[in-house]
């Protein structure tokens, strides 16, 4: 097994157990699969896939990071393209009227977390992440941001910046602070912008 420093990306559809419930698996198992999809193929950025988990990707890039501006153009490309399949697959499925609630309910939420030692292990063809970065990046997934979309970026993240790169200045978005605390992994601090202005 190696350990090795590494970037964690986490798009996770919000509205997945809400849309999954509301809707019948016909719809659903069509849908789903295809906002995944436009995920995966929306990397522009060289990250790889460790696991699709139902709802998310989970992404790795070991290596050179990539600088706060590429992360932030990527997450938008990640974003903006979501939602272009979101309506396309409305249009695709107006027959059910379900359909309505493809754009209402589901959206995008993205974690960026960076850990100084994952664990990469092969599992089959692919790589199984382990470790407490790992963990942690998931921990962030239950915050309590007050919108359902948005980029997370933590302060794990952001410390492997310089001053002038991490305050890298946006005009489509606020940085806004926030932190959850977890009994066995203390205070987690992370920044966030809000996606929604996009749609």
């Not at 009227?97 to 977390?113: D, S």
């Amino acid at each position: 097994m190696k350990a090795l420093p590494t970037l964690l990306c986490i798009p996770d559809i919000s509205g997945f157990t809400q849309f999954m419930s509301k809707t019948d698996f016909e719809l659903s198992s069509k849908v789903i699969p295809s906002l995944l999809n436009k995920i995966v193929y929306s990397n522009e950025i060289g990250l790889k896939i460790s696991e699709i988990e139902g709802d998310a990707v989970l992404f790795y890039k070991t290596g050179e990071l990539p600088s706060i501006k590429e992360l932030l153009d990527q997450c938008r490309f990640f974003y903006t393209e979501f939602y272009k399949q979101l309506h396309a697959l409305k249009a695709r499925y107006n027959g059910d009227k379900a359909a309505e609630m493809i754009p209402e309910v589901l959206g995008l939420k993205i974690i960026l977390h960076y850990g100084e030692e994952v664990g990469l292990v092969p599992v089959g063809k692919r790589i199984k992440l382990i470790g407490e970065d790992v963990i942690t990046a998931h921990r962030l997934l239950k915050n309590d941001i007050p919108n359902d979309e948005y980029i997370l970026i933590s302060e794990g993240l952001l410390s492997q910046f310089g001053t002038n790169e991490k305050e890298y200045p946006i005009d489509w978005g606020t940085y806004k602070q926030g932190f959850i605390h977890e009994e066995h992994l203390g205070e987690i601090k992370f920044q966030y912008i809000q996606l929604k202005p996009f749609v």
